[in-house]
């Protein structure tokens, strides 16, 4: 079952660089930066922000963090979450934007 959950992990991770590379090349111009490398950090970024913040929530609100601990989970849920919302931001993006222009 993990070994399914890892496999989709990386799936979503590579469809979401994907994603953010042709979104990166149409909002911007021809440079010599490596299109993936840019698309890769900022899917890191997006997922580390939304770790920190959901953290620091946890943090705020009193929250334990050791509710997860008793599960079967090899990685921290909250990472895991945090990445999936990383991951699908692009396509939640496209979507605004979609329905922005719709709206005109």
Request: net charge positive.
């Amino acid at each position: 079952m993990q070994a399914l959950g890892v496999t989709l992990l990386i799936i979503g991770v590579i469809i979401s660089v994907r994603e953010r590379k042709f979104m990166i090349m149409w909002r911007s111009k021809p440079s010599s930066n490596n299109q993936l490398a840019t698309a890769l950090s900022q899917l890191v970024g997006t997922a580390g922000g939304i770790y920190l913040s959901l953290e620091l929530l946890f943090s705020f609100l009193k929250i334990p963090e050791d509710w997860w601990n008793n599960s079967s989970f090899f990685v921290e849920p909250l990472a895991v979450f945090s990445l999936l919302l990383a991951i699908l931001q692009p396509f939640g993006l496209k979507i605004w934007l979609r329905l922005k222009k719709i709206g005109r």
